[in-house]
């Protein structure tokens, strides 16, 4: 229950990230599989805003730290990502992401193995 939680947390924090950078059009789909969770998540933004898309994208790429993200899951309530820490925090969560940019729209395949 607890690794869902947090899965649905991503997923939310994302949505929120993009709404913060001009989003009116989200697709979604979260699947899971005896070996992992996949996030698929697509939005526009307003270009002027790219600056912090580009910023979401690096953390996206960092990889997994399960040390930050059973550190800061807890603290870490609902924000809007303005702050550096919460893009760092999904980041941490994920094994691996794999995103596109095109046509003013971001596309993130995101995967957070179990175990």
């Excluded at 913060?20 to 998540?41: L, N, P, Y």
């Excluded at 600056?51 to 309530?77: D, H």
Aim: glycine share 10%; no cysteine; aromatic share 14%.
């Amino acid at each position: 229950h607890h690794v869902k939680m947090k899965i649905a947390g991503i997923a939310h924090e994302l949505i929120t990230f993009f709404y913060s950078v001009g989003g009116t059009d989200f697709d979604i789909k979260i699947r899971e599989d005896a070996e992992q969770h996949a996030i698929f998540f697509r939005s526009n933004y307003d270009e002027e805003h790219f600056p912090r898309v580009e910023q979401l994208i690096r953390y996206l790429n960092q990889g997994r730290r399960p040390a930050i993200e059973e550190t800061y899951w807890g603290l870490a309530g609902g924000g809007d990502l303005q702050d550096e820490s919460e893009m760092l925090l999904i980041g941490a969560m994920i094994d691996h992401a794999d995103i596109k940019i095109a046509d003013g729209y971001v596309t993130f395949y995101l995967y957070r193995n179990r175990g």
